[in-house]
């Protein structure tokens, strides 16, 4: 799947999209983002506090206890700050 | 009732008064627009800010903005809106957003506007980042614009 990352969380990863197949045991969007966490410093510290990220599925809003499977392109980004 | 919604993200300026008269022109259905426009302030808290950068979702704020542009209708008996929100780098003075609401009478027009506006401001892919004299830095949500989207979620 496609995964994109928006404002601080893409400058703190460091890139703003990648392809990522995480295990099988990775099922929900929190899961995901304790996979995404383990993969280097970059992430953990984009994701050092989890309950400030929004996700986005296909680009529809979701919870965190939102299953994964079958996402085309999920995406992380900050509280949003327009109008 | 027909209704005309127009919705653009854009880097460029636009002209609220072009962007009324493009709604209405050739209507006479419409009694009332109301129109909220969003703009650069040159300081936050006493901090003198040098510029905006917007950043956004590409897709997904186009999709999120038509939705509820789509609640809207539904809720309002409105004949038009347009909402144009801007990306890229804004300095003060400048144009931001500007969302148009069209109905036969104003108060679904000011209703219909102040909604599209508390979820704009919380919960489409937007994202501002403030350049200041002490340098960038992104801006925090605030609670208070959660309260004013939350407001219109129907139990």
Redesign the interface.
Known sequence: MKV?Y???VRERIGIAEETVEPPASVRTVDDLIGWLSSRGETYAYAFETPKVIRV?ID???VKPDAMISGAREI?F??????? | MTAAVTIRIQEADFDIGHEIAALTKGRTDIGAVVTFSGICRGSESGEAIAALTLEHYPGMAEAEIQRHADEAMTRWPLTGLTVVHRVGRITPGENIVVVLAASQHRQAAFQAAEFLMDYLKANAPFWKREESPKGASWIEARGHDETAAARWTKS
């Open positions: 994109k928006f404002a601080w986005a680009h529809a809003h995406a980004f900050p509280p949003m700050t327009g109008g």
